[in-house]
């Protein structure tokens, strides 16, 4: 079945430096694939996605290709701010039902 | 506004007793989910609904219960077979139309601790 594995946090970063959180997966076809962020204290919200190969998606900076060569979908941002600090997870529709995988979450923080 | 709105946001129980965490949405969505989240963990899926009247286990269900009566609720119980009910919970729903092509869309969250 589908699956998705995601880089282990935490991730501690200085104000304007690069981001980038690691996910792949494995999946039967090329479902749509998710990043979504949890800030302290919250639920999670969608920060993008791509429905289909080669797709970039794109929120607020940050930036994820759907490589289906690498099984990828790696999370990217050019220059972090304080207020990036949050938990991030990678995810994807399990195969055949309405389910959905979620990676083990990133904690991301970012230093001023 | 459109969204779903969990309550009580905190929650504190005696161990032994049942609690319901309420998950309402009004945006006609088909697909629910309950979702259990642990510190430095990843989303665990309890129960989830596709329609009304109509609910499946997701991989934790032990100790937990739910109803689907109307499409806007979907109310989980914590009941006192749940060994360890202390965690933050979250509600989420998806649009209609086939299946995982769309997001989820969570709830803030309710967070229960038994004493």
């Known amino acids: 079945g589908n699956s998705v594995t995601q880089m282990e946090g935490p991730v501690t970063l200085s104000e304007e430096a690069f981001l980038t959180i690691n996910c792949t997966y494995t999946a039967t076809g090329y479902p749509s694939l998710f990043w979504y962020v949890q800030y302290p204290g919250e639920g999670l919200q969608l920060l993008l996605k791509?429905?289909?190969?080669?797709d970039k998606g794109s929120n607020k900076g940050f930036e994820a290709t759907y490589r289906k060569e690498t099984t990828s979908f790696h999370l990217e941002k050019g220059s972090v701010q304080v207020s990036d600090s949050a938990v991030y997870f990678c995810?994807?529709?399990?195969?055949?039902?309405?389910?959905?995988?979620f990676g083990t979450g990133t904690r991301l923080k970012v230093l001023a | 506004d459109g969204g779903i709105t969990q309550s009580p946001k905190y929650l504190f129980r005696k161990e032994g007793q049942n609690v319901t965490l309420s998950c309402e949405q009004n945006?006609?969505?088909?697909?629910m989910y309950w979702y259990r989240q642990d510190p430095g963990q990843g989303l665990r899926l309890i129960y989830y609904?596709?329609?009304?009247?109509?609910?499946q286990k997701g991989d934790i269900a032990e100790g937990y219960s739910v109803s689907r009566e109307k499409k806007e609720s979907f109310p989980l119980t914590v009941t006192s077979a749940q060994k360890n009910p202390t965690a933050f919970y979250l509600c989420a729903s998806s649009p209609p139309g086939r299946a995982n092509t769309g997001e989820l869309f969570f709830g803030e969250g309710s967070r229960l601790t038994v004493l």
């Open positions: 995810a994807l529709p399990a195969s055949g039902t309405y389910k959905y995988i």
């Open positions: 945006l006609n969505h088909d697909a």
């Open positions: 609904s596709q329609i009304v009247n109509d609910f």
């Open positions: 791509a429905t289909k190969a080669d």
